[in-house]
């Protein structure tokens, strides 16, 4: 009986041992990121259940947010208004369960308000978010003055709705999923 004890825990040694040897999905996620993105800023942080760390952009140009949640679980929210995003009050957000990107548009003004949210479900949320400047994107891929109706497709939808009320309702039908999914499992 111990011989299978300890046959059993050398396996799982060797897995551990394993995994910790090679690199994991989560550690060589920058598989799919293009070569023509400039990798600018790697910025590591925490932040406590239910609330905001603040970040604050200068770059110009198209710059793509890529974050993934170390532990925990933290949620992105990014506008050009407010130095202070919330689920409340942003232009772009990405709020899943694993990797959240952004693409921050280069006619958004400088600098861009950044906002992580410690989802309520975990205590702490360690993310780390890579800034990459977007080289293929032209450095004015927006001017108000465009009569194509281009202005339009930022701030609504084809059926007329704002987008920020249709983004408030995915985030509240995600955060309920997460809930529903965190009770059951």
């Known amino acids: 009986m111990t011989a299978?004890?300890?046959?059993?825990?050398?396996?799982?040694?060797?897995a551990r041992a394993a995994s910790w040897g090679g690199a994991s999905v989560d550690e060589d996620e920058d598989v799919d990121v293009p070569?023509?993105?400039?990798?600018?800023?790697?910025?590591?942080?925490?932040?406590?259940?239910?609330?905001?760390?603040?970040?604050?952009?200068?770059?110009?140009?198209?710059i793509v947010l890529a974050m993934r949640s170390v532990r925990g679980?933290?949620?992105?929210?990014?506008?050009d208004r407010t130095l202070h995003p919330s689920f409340d009050d942003y232009e772009l957000q990405a709020a899943?369960?694993?990797?959240d990107v952004v693409a921050v548009p280069a006619h958004f003004q400088r600098p861009v308000g950044i906002g992580v949210y410690g989802h309520p479900s975990h205590r702490n949320s360690e993310f780390e978010m890579k800034v990459y400047l977007d080289t293929t994107a032209p450095l004015n891929d927006y001017s108000p003055s465009?009569?194509?109706?281009?202005?339009?497709e930022?701030?609504?939808d084809p059926e007329g709705a704002p987008r920020e009320?249709?983004?408030?309702?995915?985030?509240?039908?995600?955060?309920?999923?997460?809930?529903?999914?965190?009770?059951?499992?």
């Open 146 to 152: 465009d009569s194509a109706g281009t202005g339009a």
């Open 96 to 99: 899943t369960c694993g990797r």
């Open 73 to 79: 679980d933290a949620d992105l929210y990014v506008s």
């Open 4 to 14: 299978a004890w300890k046959g059993a825990l050398l396996l799982l040694l060797a």
């Open 154 to 156: 930022y701030a609504h």
């Open 35 to 62: 070569a023509e993105w400039v990798l600018l800023h790697v910025v590591p942080g925490h932040v406590g259940a239910g609330n905001y760390s603040y970040l604050r952009l200068n770059h110009e140009g198209r």
């Open 165 to 185: 009320e249709e983004s408030v309702l995915w985030t509240v039908l995600i955060g309920l999923l997460k809930l529903v999914l965190e009770i059951l499992f």
